[in-house]
């Protein structure tokens, strides 16, 4: 069973930054595949970034490569997302999620945080 609690949202000018982070409870997070979700008011949830748990390899969706950068610490059982150039189109909740055994870097996700808001103001 593993707990994750998201922080680090709020609201911030187009073409600023903010960071994200997750922190994970439990002794075996180094063995989940990590990753970052968001789900804008009135659409479904959508993959933004994915990080396997040794190795550190990295997946992003389109609308955010070269943007974002996706993280972890495993000493410190903490993932990381960081944006920078947000925009607009970024307003949504951010969720972070565990999974394992690895089954793909969008696949099903095991365990939720409770998520965070982020506001891009135009």
């Known amino acids: 069973q593993v707990q994750l609690v998201e922080s680090g949202g709020g609201l911030v000018q187009a073409g600023g930054s903010l960071g994200l982070s997750c922190a994970a409870s439990?002794?075996?997070?180094?063995?989940?595949?990590m990753g970052w979700f968001r789900q804008a008011l009135g659409k479904e949830r959508e993959f933004v970034a994915s990080?396997?748990?040794?190795?550190?390899?990295?997946y992003y969706a389109d609308s955010v490569k070269g943007r974002f950068t996706i993280s972890r610490d495993n000493a410190k059982n903490t993932a990381y997302l960081q944006m920078n150039s947000l925009k607009p189109d970024d307003t949504a909740v951010y969720y972070c999620?565990?999974?394992?055994?690895?089954?793909?870097?969008?696949?099903?996700?095991?365990?939720w945080g409770q998520g965070t808001q982020v506001t891009v103001s135009s």
């Open positions: 439990g002794r075996t997070f180094s063995t989940y595949h």
């Open positions: 990080i396997s748990g040794i190795g550190g390899r990295t």
């Open positions: 999620a565990a999974q394992y055994p690895y089954r793909g870097p969008a696949g099903s996700f095991d365990y």
